[in-house]
């Protein structure tokens, strides 16, 4: 059953959070140091982030040793990459998550369709307790703000895009989930992210 | 293109299912406005990770660390000029259910390479894999195609060699056959005549890899008769 996403609640996550993400130029740097082979670098690399990354893999498969596998081929692939993250297009914590969240969803759709073809399966929707408070790290002020701005979108928006980040649903299962026309999740979807992207300051 | 526009926050969350996602990354190559959104919405997303975090287990730093200091990093992208590919003709679809046949008669088998190489991209995984299997289609005018598998990578890529173009309006899709009847869709092939795709889905039980024409984005199941068939039990 782990390995099943439940339609998450929506509920605040209570005080979890991440290192700060204001290391933005060290990490870059960390990771050119990596595309020259330094390992040291990306050790230190990894110390820094892979709090978010494990947190992120964990979240959306839920099985643990899925998500330290998840986890261990997306620092892989980082360093085999490292010579093409481009700091002038983004954060090399963004960068890495978003690696993270690829692999993590390729996993539990795969797994998804493994267990449909052995068992004939239906997909739970049953909630499930995300039990990872114990866990957690320390709180952050940018989990705070990202709280915060969350918040202020709708609840379709929220919705759509926890299930999406979060749940690892496609748009068109979002649409299902929530009951709304098929083409509108991915539009709520994409009106969310806007939102926060311009809350938050992303550019 | 409008509507494909609207993708761009599904897509930064991965909320496309495989065709969609080729779809319109196909569309990203060619659309500025939409590789910067989609940086923007991948930046905002990954800070979603922020209320997640959860102390990884100590041994997998240890496992990390292991893993990377037996792989040399990619060499970064640099410039390259290439010619202008050529104009090919169209194949007319009309002769696509005749290659069937050339594909049955046309299939070679190779020797798995040897050597295998560290770790590199999944193609190059399944491509250096001690058990790659090879099955190679010749197209006549319209190319050749060779479908490498490997079981204990659990993948199958294709490569091709002077492709004609799908129709105007058509992609070609890829299909993995889990056997003789059963159409499991792979993904699109990737556009342009020298191209390596990795085939979406478990690889390792399939008995052949097929390449239909379907309407631009794929289909659920076959609508044509596939242009040419890779039978892997013949393969070794």
């Known amino acids: 059953m782990d390995h099943v996403r439940p339609v998450p609640d929506g509920a605040p996550q209570g005080d979890l959070g991440a290192p700060s993400g204001g290391d933005a130029p060290r990490l870059a740097d960390l990771l050119r140091r990596a595309a020259l082979g330094d390992e040291a670098a990306f050790a230190e690399f990894y110390d820094a982030t892979s709090a978010r990354s494990y947190g992120l893999a964990l979240r959306v498969v839920r099985n643990p040793a899925h998500a330290e596998e998840v986890t261990q081929e997306a620092y892989l692939d980082a360093w085999r990459s490292s010579a093409r993250f481009d700091s002038g297009r983004g954060s090399a914590a963004g960068w890495l998550l978003t690696i993270v969240h690829r692999k993590a969803v390729d996993r539990v759709r795969s797994v998804e369709a493994a267990t449909a073809r052995d068992e004939g399966w239906n997909r739970d929707t049953t909630p499930v307790d995300h039990d990872q408070t114990a866990e957690s790290a320390h709180a952050s002020l940018d989990a705070a703000r990202v709280r915060n701005a969350v918040a202020t979108l709708t609840d379709v928006q929220r919705r759509a895009v926890e299930l999406a980040y979060f749940g690892g649903y496609t748009h068109t299962e979002v649409a299902t989930l929530l009951d709304v026309p098929l083409g509108t999740a991915k539009t709520r979807i994409r009106d969310g992210l806007i939102r926060l992207r311009d809350l938050m300051g992303v550019s | ?236």
């Not at chain 2, 319109?24 to 922020?50: I, K, S, Y």
């Not at chain 2, 798995?112 to 999944?122: F, G, I, R």
């Not at chain 2, 390792?204 to 039978?231: C, H, K, L, Y």
């Open chain 2, 1 to 236: 293109m409008s509507d494909l526009h609207k993708l761009t926050g599904a897509y930064a969350v991965d909320a496309l299912n495989d065709l969609e996602r080729a779809r319109f990354e196909r569309h990203l190559a060619e659309c500025e406005d939409c590789r910067a959104e989609v940086r923007e919405l991948q930046e905002t997303a990954a800070l979603l990770a922020e209320s997640t975090a959860v102390e990884p287990p100590a041994s997998l730093r240890g496992s990390v660390l292991a893993g990377i200091s037996q792989v040399r990093p990619l060499p970064p992208v640099v410039p390259v000029t290439s010619a202008p590919s050529a104009v090919r003709h169209r194949f007319p679809l009309l002769v696509a259910a005749a290659l069937v046949l050339i594909a049955g008669f046309g299939a070679v088998v190779w020797q798995p390479w040897s050597n295998p190489a560290p770790t590199l991209t999944a193609a190059e995984q399944v491509l250096q894999a001690p058990d790659a299997q090879r099955v190679s289609v010749d197209l006549g005018d319209m190319g050749k195609a060779t479908v490498v598998r490997s079981k204990s990578q659990d993948k199958a890529v294709i490569v091709t060699d002077d492709m004609a173009p799908a129709p105007a309006g058509k992609d070609y899709e890829l299909w993995l056959l889990p056997d003789a009847d059963t159409y499991v869709s792979a993904g699109l092939m990737t556009d342009g005549a020298n191209q390596t795709t990795v085939l979406d889905g478990s690889a390792a039980d399939a008995v052949a890899v097929g390449i239909t024409v379907e309407p631009d984005g794929g289909s659920e199941q076959p609508t044509t008769d596939p242009i040419a068939v890779f039978d892997l039990t013949q393969s070794t």
